[in-house]
């Protein structure tokens, strides 16, 4: 592969404060739209994915990162689409891992590619895995993901722990009469293998079809299954986003829930979004974005720019998203898979 290059400039470290006070030092860069899966709650089942030349090279998603880093971003999610269908993405990990300043180099995945690529995503310097698993059931899941094979998963998820990451997390969302009926089994799956489960509100955005009718499932509820039948402690442990967790005694791995919906986490919210096109979203559950791609390309050797515009977008961060829809209806237009979730 040819030699990438990446331009420097001048820091300025901590200078991501919004207009709340709120000090941003998680950035999930999302490194392409496309994805071998076609969940139902992220993507459309007739989708249409970006022309190559609207999206982010490997070189901008560097730069992107690298100037975000030096404003005071210490942890780095690298997200898809399914991130490891991206060419070269490795190449891409490698040197965010090793940018003065980020202390945590995170991705997440379907786990399609983890068989394959589990020894050498390590090697790049990637600490922490988050992986998608929304049912033990084969045909569910092949239901849910529309062309996922479960299999295919579980031999990714044994291989991601053959690896010797330093924490694996499994990612579940909750799908009321999807797989409400399996908490329990896919609790009891982690903590045979020894890895963390966090249980995912759905979030409204796109166009919900068929998949919403029969109700949101909230972290109470799923909660409320589950300690009858685990005994779970509350803990005050944070991996620095939105997951809360719990502890389940003699065991090391925790059980967590992320609830924008139940128990919205924005008055101590991080985190900023850039997608596969550039678009730089301060906040997930509001439809206000920055368009980074034009910056990058205008101008090619001045970060000056693109620095301002990113300090100036933390304006847009809004107090709170507003996922309170009472029909079921997106309030947010877009697709989880165009965001990277």
């Known amino acids: 592969m040819a030699a990438r290059t990446a331009r420097s400039g001048p820091t300025g470290k901590g200078s991501l404060v919004d207009r709340f006070g709120r000090n941003v030092t998680y950035l999930r860069l999302s490194v392409t739209d496309r994805c071998d899966f076609r969940c139902q709650y992220c993507m459309a089942k007739q989708t249409s994915f970006l022309p190559r030349a609207q999206v982010l090279t490997l070189e901008e998603c560097l730069r992107v990162t690298r100037v975000f880093v030096e404003l005071g971003i210490n942890k780095v999610r690298v997200t898809g689409g399914e991130p490891l269908v991206r060419r070269d993405v490795l190449w891409l990990l490698e040197r965010i891992a090793a940018l003065p300043g980020v202390g945590e180099l995170v991705l997440t995945s379907n786990g399609s590619q983890l068989e394959r690529l589990a020894v050498a995503l390590r090697q790049a310097g990637v600490r922490r895995l988050n992986l998608s698993l929304d049912t033990l059931r084969a045909e569910r899941f092949q239901a849910i993901t529309r062309v996922g094979q479960l299999s295919r998963v579980l031999r990714g998820l044994a291989a991601a722990q053959a690896a010797g990451f330093e924490r694996i997390r499994l990612n579940t969302v909750l799908i009321r009469g999807g797989n409400d009926d399996e908490l329990s089994d896919l609790v009891a799956f982690a903590i045979d293998r020894r890895i963390d489960i966090a249980f995912i509100e759905e979030m409204p955005l796109g166009d919900p079809g068929d998949r919403r009718r029969s109700g ?126």
Request: aromatic letters at 6%; one cysteine or more; glycine letters at 10%.
């Open 216 to 341: 949101h499932l909230g972290s109470d509820e799923a909660l409320a299954r589950l300690r009858e039948n685990f005994a779970l402690i509350p803990s005050a442990e944070t991996t620095g986003g939105p997951a809360r967790y719990w502890r389940i005694p003699g065991s090391p791995m925790r059980v967590g829930f992320i609830s924008p919906h139940s128990d919205n986490f924005c008055d101590c919210c991080n985190r900023v979004r850039v997608t596969a096109r550039g678009d730089f979203h301060p906040c997930l559950g509001q439809d206000a974005v920055i368009q980074l791609l034009p910056l990058l390309r205008a101008h090619p050797a001045d970060d000056r720019p693109l620095r301002e515009a990113i300090v100036a977008a933390l304006g847009l961060k809004a107090r709170g998203h507003d996922f309170a829809a009472q029909d079921g209806a997106a309030r947010v237009g877009h697709f989880m898979s165009m965001t990277g979730g």
